[in-house]
């Protein structure tokens, strides 16, 4: 087992590294642990199910709360409300993580390796889920955790992160400035960064599991395409090495804000690489990640992007809200705006000729709901205030004129 640089194929040994030494290249494990399957029940009803196919080499290092091992539902009542549209949606529900978002997966296989490494603490740049999902695990692993976060994150988030008793900073300005920081910070102290870009390639490879949990799911048929929401874009690299090793692969399609779209801007101008976007604004505060200083995460996406012959989209807030609303209120599932944007680009790329009406397409629903209530605070609802409860017939009234509404 080793990390190879994925632009210039450089070997380098099994460390707490962040970038290519020669090339300043994104880093990727190469090879794989061959740990045994752990004996622990809870282990094994987790992604360490797959211990062998991860990089930590011994059982005892291993920090797990049940991460990975998503369910995968079908969601017929989506597929009924999309014009014209015969295929099959699958729902991999990733809010169903300890933290309640993916960012578990990439959190406890870093952290276990880190601290297999030696470290003493860990660092984590975040636009809110990667840092609660690192101060939970921290926490459970009784190790310091410093997390940095932009100061506008939903409150959710930063209400998450400070739970867990980690050191958190505030920092004014878009993600890129944390993620500076944070690289300082964890040089200075010594702490692993386990900041979840491509940065920490003991983190990313472990998201190769849901690529391999998606074909498991669907019986070893791949599915047509695989939507991502995408910030640097490393659950991109996962679904298509995971479908990989199951011998499958499928169109990926990258999903972005269109108020931060940087790889969609590359994708659509026919570019070779990425260039930062200057000033995000969207309500998907977890793919709100303009790149900056790290552009090369972003080709490298795109690059994946194209080698599957898939595509780059950009959805407006407003179809991330009508997203969030279908999900909720079709399908039960309750998801953050990031979350929701692969059913706001399943609208789109439908009504643009980009899938076909039959495809089997499976959508990654990355974060949940809880992290960032106010998205949904603001959209209409059938909420009423009771004034006497005592008056059934009145309130009995109010509810059959409530039910009576359209949407
Ligand atoms: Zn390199």
Redesign the pocket.
């Known amino acids: 087992m080793h990390l190879r ?1 994925v ?4 070997r380098h040994p099994p460390a707490l590294l962040y970038a ?1 030494a ?4 994104v880093l990727e494990v190469a090879g794989e642990s061959g740990l045994a399957a752990p004996a622990d029940p809870s282990l094994r009803d987790s992604m360490w199910r797959d211990a062998a196919r991860l990089g930590v080499l011994e059982a005892r290092h291993i920090v797990s709360m049940g991460e990975g091992q998503t369910p995968m539902r079908r969601a017929p009542r989506l597929e009924a409300a999309l014009p014209g549209f015969r295929g099959e949606i699958w729902l991999k529900d990733e809010t169903r993580n300890p933290s309640g978002s993916f960012k578990d997966r990439l959190v406890s296989a870093g952290l276990s390796k880190a601290l297999e490494l030696g470290a003493r603490g860990v660092v984590c740049a975040s636009s809110g889920n990667a840092g609660a999902s690192t101060a939970a695990y921290a926490a459970r692993a009784g190790v310091p955790a410093v997390i940095v976060v932009p100061a506008h994150t939903p409150a959710g988030k930063v209400t998450q992160i400070a739970a867990h008793g980690a050191v958190l900073l505030l920092v004014e300005g878009h993600y890129s400035r944390s993620y500076d920081l944070a690289r300082g910070l964890a040089e200075r102290h010594g702490f692993a960064n386990l900041t979840t870009t491509f940065l920490n390639p003991w983190a990313v490879d472990a998201l190769k599991l849901a690529g391999l949990e998606i074909m498991e799911r669907l019986g070893g048929v791949a599915p047509d395409a695989v939507l991502v929401p995408t910030g640097s874009g490393p659950l991109v690299k996962g679904v298509a090495q995971g479908l990989g090793l199951a011998g499958a692969a499928a169109r990926l399609v990258a999903v972005q804000a269109a108020g931060c779209a940087p790889i969609v801007r590359a994708f659509e101008a026919g570019e070779a690489a990425v260039t930062a976007w200057d000033m995000p604004r969207t309500i998907a505060s977890g793919i709100s990640d303009p790149l900056i200083g790290y552009e090369r995460d972003g080709t490298y996406t795109l690059r994946l992007v194209r080698n599957s012959g898939g595509l780059a989209v950009a959805v407006e807030d407003d179809a991330l809200r009508r997203a969030m609303r279908d999900l909720a209120r079709l399908e039960g599932v309750y998801a953050e705006p990031t979350g929701a944007s692969p059913v706001a680009a399943l609208r789109q790329m439908l009504a643009a000729g980009q899938l076909a009406p039959e495809a089997r397409v499976v959508c990654m629903i990355t974060g949940h709901g809880f992290k960032d209530g106010a998205a949904f605070a603001e959209m209409p609802a059938r909420t009423h205030r009771v004034a006497d409860p005592e008056d059934l017939a009145a309130v009995a009234r109010l509810c059959d004129h409530a039910l009576a509404e359209k949407d």
């Open positions: 640089c632009d210039c194929g450089e290519c020669r090339c300043g290249g």
